[in-house]
């Protein structure tokens, strides 16, 4: 199979299924696919739900966005990656914690998050241009601009890394923002409530102890943000 940018339509809403639509608070719901893959791009991880040998797995592994689909890979043995390329269900979720959500009661206690719930099968990646592709998307996924400063994967890793493509055509996102609703009796209590927010922050980059002493830090890492970037 070969990648073929082409299949990123125009379409900007994706169709509701009986496994995407939102049941439980509806209005939060959304089927936007630039909503949808915003939160993908900012998210890190996610969870790779599926069925082997009558037994549920919840994996959680790391992933890249080209276009219209997820990519995820890993070494040949991965027992997730041989279940999935034999094209059973699979069910990846992922999730952003914006922030916590205090109310003026237990019962209303919340947060404040966006997710994305996709459904579908996932297909072996053969084209090695398209593995390539993937494996650069992985790469800046997690850390923007770090491909061109890196060494590119030779023959031998490409043949020994095991790509997974997953359509994003059957997705859902929810998301709660703002502040908590309590009862209305309760907005009398004199119990502070409001929202806490909460963000993924970059520490002080650490050098490789193998690291030459003059070797600057290069400027993927200097200049990374998580928000920005997005």
Same mark, same amino acid.
């Not at 699979?90 to 205090?102: W, Y």
């Given at each position: 199979m070969t990648h073929n940018p082409e299949s990123n339509s125009e379409q900007r809403s994706l169709e509701i299924t009986s496994r995407t639509q939102i049941k439980r608070l509806p209005k939060r719901g959304d089927y936007d696919c630039e909503l949808i893959y915003q939160i993908l791009d900012e998210g890190l991880i996610c969870q790779v739900g599926f069925i082997a040998d009558h037994q549920p797995f919840v994996i959680p592994t790391t992933y890249g966005r080209v276009l219209d689909r997820l990519y995820i890979h890993g070494s040949p043995a991965s027992r997730m990656l041989r279940t999935l390329q034999k094209g059973v269900e *699979?069910?990846? =979720? *992922? =999730?952003?914690?914006? &922030? @916590? *959500? @205090?109310a003026r009661s237990a019962f209303h206690h919340s947060m404040n998050y966006r997710s994305v719930v996709i459904f579908g099968t996932a297909t072996f990646v053969e084209s090695m241009d398209e593995k390539l592709t993937a494996l650069q998307a992985f790469t800046e996924h997690i850390v923007p601009n770090r491909w061109a400063e890196i060494r590119q994967p030779t023959v031998q890793e490409l043949a020994g890394t095991l790509v997974l493509s997953v359509p994003l055509q059957e997705a859902s996102?929810?998301?709660? =923002? &703002? /502040? /908590?609703?309590d009862d209305e009796p309760d907005y009398a209590l004199p119990v502070w409530a409001g929202e806490l927010p909460l963000r993924t922050v970059a520490g002080d980059a650490i050098p490789d102890p193998r690291l030459s002493p003059d070797m600057e830090v290069s400027d993927s890492v200097k200049f990374y943000d998580r928000q920005a970037s997005r």
């Open positions: *699979v069910c990846i =979720t *992922v =999730t952003l914690l914006d &922030g @916590l *959500v @205090l996102a929810k998301v709660r =923002t &703002g /502040p /908590p609703m």
